[in-house]
């Protein structure tokens, strides 16, 4: 069955460090994958996206690799900030004809100051 | 700009009563609209989602529906809530399938 796995153990990091969050799946041939942030008791909001024929994408301090080979995304916050901590989830779509993202559990980064 | 309203932003009901919440969007015509549900510590799972008026595709068998009843309005109702109905409801649109998502700052629900 299709699997999307993301950490579930909390990241901590200290400020200014590279948080590295990491996204893999099984049976799935994504045409695309995205990344969100979500705050607690708020909902997800959408920082990248990344399509099957393209490597990374990068957006200010964020970084997303797409690893078809491998079946992994990674999801890289530079010079990391307080403000980063929050919940982190991957969402993979285009797979078996659906373009509906299905989205992982998330994983937590906790940055500390 | 877009903007995606949900309501209400907290909901205590008794099982057995009824559900209605309620999504609006502004700022843009024809979205696909989509329903989750996210359970404490668990991914977002797709409950519905409509790609227009009057068009529902349901994802998981359960006791709940959806209406579209306007290009930009999403309905999520129950006729009778049961315990296991209980979490964080979050309503979503995107231009297309596979653009990205836009959510609201969801409900929670809880069922007494």
Redesign the interface.
Known sequence: SQK?EQNSEALNIQEGKTATLTCNYTNYSP??L?W?RQDP??????LL?IRENEKEKRKERLKVTFDTTLKQSLFHITASQPADSATY?C?L??SGGS????????TSLIVHP | SQTIH?WPATLVQPVGSPLSLECTVEGTSNPNL?WYRQAA????Q?LF?SVGIGQISSEVPQNLSASRPQDRQFILSSKKLLLSDSGFY?C?WSR???????????T?LSIL
């Open positions: 999307i045409a695309y995205q969100y008791g708020r909902g997800p909001v959408f996206l989830l969402a779509g285009g373009y509906i993202p299905t989205f992982g559990r998330g | 949900q989509y510590g668990r991914g977002l797709l989602y979050l979503a297309e399938g596979n653009q990205p998502q836009h959510f609201g700052d969801g929670r």
